[in-house]
């Protein structure tokens, strides 16, 4: 192989090793910032079932109050019973009273109704506690793993960094420059072998000319197809 190709395939190994560490390092903090999302997104139901729980606790309460009229209405029309002469009167309050008596118990389903509502928000809303409460112990316990983790993956990062920039001194700068420019736009692959006359970035057929310039090796190449630097290592079997 070309040894300036050689010293390039070198710091590619290196960055390769720094992307994976990089890699590492947004994958952990991901799976945290997801963990603390979902705890998040428990509070707002459990602000949500408290909200509601007090909404309907207000609209009991209404017609609590509003079911002592609804009483003292049927008592003070039965009572009004006694002074009626006619049975046409009779029969007009008799009507009244039944629908005063219909009108409360309407009331009181409405009632019921919301008491079970709010019953089974309550022990909803408890439930969600206990899980919030568990998931917030745990994500206290992750954020510390978490913390330690990328600090020990930084420190590897930085080790692999220091190895890099020695490597990197050893290139021509225009050299290292294209090489950099490469990776960016080619996918952190700049560098690649070419097996059986054919690019191991793009997998396009080099021409026979320039495969054979590539044999000699005694300078470095660029693909026509992907402009990515070339070198030529027999794959051993
Ligand atoms: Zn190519």
Partial sequence: MNELAAQIVA?????QEIDLVEDEISQVQTELDQRIEALAEREQHIDYLTTTIDELEKERRTLDDEMVDKIAHVKERQ?????????????????????????????????VSIMEQSETLSAELKSEKNLLKGE????EEEKDTVKKSIEKLNRKKRTRK????????????????????????????????????VCQGCFMNLPPQ?????????????????????????IEH
Avoid: W
């Fill in 79 to 111: 009572a009004k019973m006694m002074q009626v002469q006619t049975s046409r009167e009779q029969t007009a309050l008799l009507k009244e009273i039944e629908d005063a008596k219909k009108n409360v118990k309407e009331n009181e389903e409405k009632i």
């Fill in 210 to 234: 320039q495969f054979n310039l590539l044999l000699r090796g005694d300078k470095i190449l660029e693909c026509p197809s992907c402009q990515r630097l070339l070198y030529h290592q027999p």
């Fill in 11 to 15: 710091l590619q190994v290196i960055d």
């Fill in 136 to 139: 917030q112990t745990l994500a």
């Fill in 162 to 197: 220091n190895k890099r920039d020695k490597q990197a001194e050893s290139l021509p700068a225009a050299t290292l420059q294209k090489y950099e420019v490469l990776r960016k736009r080619r996918n952190g692959l700049a560098i690649v072998n070419v097996v059986q006359g």
